[in-house]
């Protein structure tokens, strides 16, 4: 048996290959700094964003390497973090 999980690169480029979707593409959501985050950004991931909200703690944003692409208030705040990336992207023509 394989054991699988995060911050294990495996567990994102898996998830992305399920997806079909590119990991310059994608951009974590997530609670945890470390687990989430920093895991997501050093399997390759375009954009980590940590959220203010469940396990997050102040300061966490600091304490990981790679540190979050950008600490949102909550997932409505993310949403509106991705999409405003996305019309930049668009806009000038660069991956996100």
């Known amino acids: 048996p394989i054991v699988l999980g995060k911050p294990s690169p495996d567990f994102f ?9 590119s990991a ?3 951009v974590m959501v ?3 700094a470390e687990s989430d ?3 997501a950004l050093s399997a390759g991931l375009g954009a980590g964003l940590l959220v203010r909200t469940g396990k ?5 944003e600091t304490r990981f390497d790679p540190p979050p692409t950008a600490l949102v208030d909550d997932l409505a705040a993310a949403t ?3 999409l405003k990336a996305r019309r930049t992207e668009a806009d000038s023509g660069d991956a996100l």
């Not at 480029?13 to 979707?21: K, V």
């Not at 997050?56 to 966490?60: F, I, L, S, T, V």
């Open 24 to 26: 310059a593409d994608a």
């Open 80 to 82: 509106d973090w991705i």
């Open 37 to 39: 985050v920093a895991g």
């Open 30 to 32: 997530g609670d945890d």
């Open 13 to 21: 480029l898996a998830a992305l290959d399920d997806l079909n979707c």
């Open 56 to 60: 997050y703690c102040p300061g966490d």
